[in-house]
């Protein structure tokens, strides 16, 4: 099975630095995705780590350690709309669940002012 | 930009009809899915779907659920007699590939059953 947790709720201040974290317990690992979802919307995808270390894309950063089962997601600069749910999700082993993604159950981020 | 597109945006039905929700996947795509969220809780996998036949499915996805690709473009997903813990977002994702690839979400289609 797999066993994905983050924390439910983070605050910050705008222009602040944010690091959300993520850990797993899964039969296998293929990769670790971050989304992002607003209220209401649909996930959209930010970051993917198959491979241990940092992945960095602008003013957000993904980082892994598949010996630890933990990754985290930086947020840098933050904006208020940057406020939104951050979705921590891995693949399943390969086989039949190669596609399937299993989601944590979301941090909310809240930016303040 | 290309894009995943779903409709109806809203569907409110009643208990025990069948509803359909539809899916225009990435056109170069070859992987489909269905995932659901029930409100306050995390996205769930329902089904992937390639080459004309279900992947993979969940316990989720029982007897009550079926997809199709009924031509090129469309990807649908129907429920059966609908229950009212059925209420829910649904989406739509969509892959070039299987394995590592990225998956890209539609918009959602919000399934009220009263």
């Known amino acids: 099975g797999q066993n994905i947790d983050q924390p439910t709720e983070m605050t910050a201040t705008e222009g602040a630095i944010v690091q959300i974290n993520c850990t797993y317990q899964?039969?296998?690992?293929?990769?670790l995705f971050w989304y992002q979802q607003h209220a209401g919307e649909a996930p959209t995808f930010l970051s993917y780590n198959v491979l241990d270390g940092l992945e960095e894309k602008g003013r957000f950063s993904s980082f892994l350690s598949r010996s630890k089962g933990y990754s985290y997601l930086l947020l840098k600069e933050l904006q208020m709309k940057d406020s939104a749910s951050y979705l921590c999700a891995s693949h399943g082993v390969r086989g039949s669940t190669l596609g399937r993604l299993y989601f944590g159950r979301g941090t909310q981020l809240t930016v303040w002012p | 930009e290309p894009e995943v597109t779903q409709t109806p945006s809203h569907q409110v039905t009643q208990m025990g009809q069948e509803v359909i929700l539809r899916c225009v996947p990435i056109?170069?795509?070859?992987?489909f899915y269905w995932y659901r969220q029930i409100l306050g809780q995390k996205v769930e996998f329902l089904v992937s779907f390639y080459n004309n036949e279900i992947s993979e499915k969940s316990e989720i996805f029982d007897d009550q659920f079926s997809v199709e690709r009924p031509d090129g473009s469309n990807f649908t997903l129907k429920i059966r007699s609908t229950k009212l813990e059925d209420s829910a977002m649904y989406f739509c994702?969509?892959?070039?590939?299987?394995?590592?690839?990225?998956?890209?979400f539609g918009p959602g289609t919000r399934l009220t059953v009263l």
């Open positions: 899964t039969s296998g690992f293929n990769g």
């Open positions: 994702a969509s892959s070039e590939n299987e394995g590592a690839d990225t998956q890209y």
């Open positions: 056109s170069n795509h070859l992987y």
